[in-house]
DNA sequence: GTTCAGATACTCGGATATGAAGTGTCCGAGTGCAAAGGG
DNA sequence: CCCTTTGCACTCGGACACTTCATATCCGAGTATCTGAAC
């Protein structure tokens, strides 16, 4: 059970666009130099957010990327959902209906099993705390002088 | 990201075999009958469990597996990490490290980075919720017919 | 000098290869039972 | 009749293929800018 790092260069991506406060779009290859990453799958990886309705593409030349909403209303939960899927982690295959299950009357499988319940259970808590931090909470968490240096990195590599 | 289902199909075993309440060791082949599993896929499932001090096998002939604690002593939490590893589902890469981070002080990265708290913040609130609930527990969230089902099919396949 | 048309360079989006990890199967090592032989 | 010994059948454990998903890359569609000429 491992997350892809799409949401790891989603969200660095994400808080470095807030901090440059541009009004013109970021192209994928100025986003990638900031971080070091390979930029075609830099690419890739924001399009899921793209379709999620958190980043604003603008394609042609001068195109790039742009934060859609304010970096207040973009929960950690939204971005996780836009790169990983909504589908939970857990996923029940009523192996409780088969075998020794199948003499069982009908009835009697009416609520969920309870293995999945208490799987549920816990995922809940952990969409729950995604759900209650947003963007701006993990700006706040970053180092003071993160902003300006992206700011300077970025003027550097756009002259 | 998406859990495997070896926590699926080590759950419902543990709460079969404490249904069972048998005092020899249970066979994978008996276990895999009673959920209509393939046997030697099951085998290799639960061996992280043995491993981890959950369930007890025995060789030889008569030999199976049998729990090792008793069902208010085996979390979810437990089931989970002996299964799906002990590391976090979030693994953070330090990129705020690399390009723009590099002209960064040193001393600028002493604590954690912001992303990796947050989303750890979300995590570790996830494995409360399962450290929290026990074997035992989801055993009363089962059905009541449930561990008397189990304990006739199982009488039935050892004729 | 101004306007318009065309070419151009740069961007995103999806379709296409590659690699790792999960899934599924197999064979060998070890153990307890049972049966046969001897006392 | 009881005990010992030998063989056997059954079990788990780890080593070996295969399939699926994540990773990484490439090419095509579209747009704003820049250049040039005509008015």
Do not use: N
């Amino acid at each position: 059970m491992q997350m892809g790092e799409g949401v790891e260069w989603g969200l660095h991506c994400l808080l470095a666009l807030a901090w440059l406060e541009e009004h013109t779009p970021v192209a994928t290859g100025r986003l990638a130099e900031i971080f070091e990453l390979p930029p075609e799958y830099l690419k890739k990886r924001l399009q899921p957010l793209v379709r999620a309705g958190i980043l604003a593409s603008s394609p042609g030349a001068r195109g790039g990327y742009a934060l859609a909403r304010r970096p207040e209303e973009i929960t950690l939960m939204d971005v996780v959902a836009a790169v990983e899927g909504r589908e939970e982690a857990f996923r029940c295959t009523e192996i409780r209906k088969q075998g020794a299950g199948a003499l069982a009357e009908a009835d009697e499988f009416g609520e969920p099993c309870g293995i999945a319940k208490a799987m549920r259970r816990a995922e809940m808590a952990w969409r729950r705390e995604l759900a209650a931090q947003t963007v701006a909470d993990v700006m706040g968490l970053a180092s003071g002088g993160a902003p300006a240096r992206v700011r300077r990195f970025y003027q550097d590599i756009t002259l």
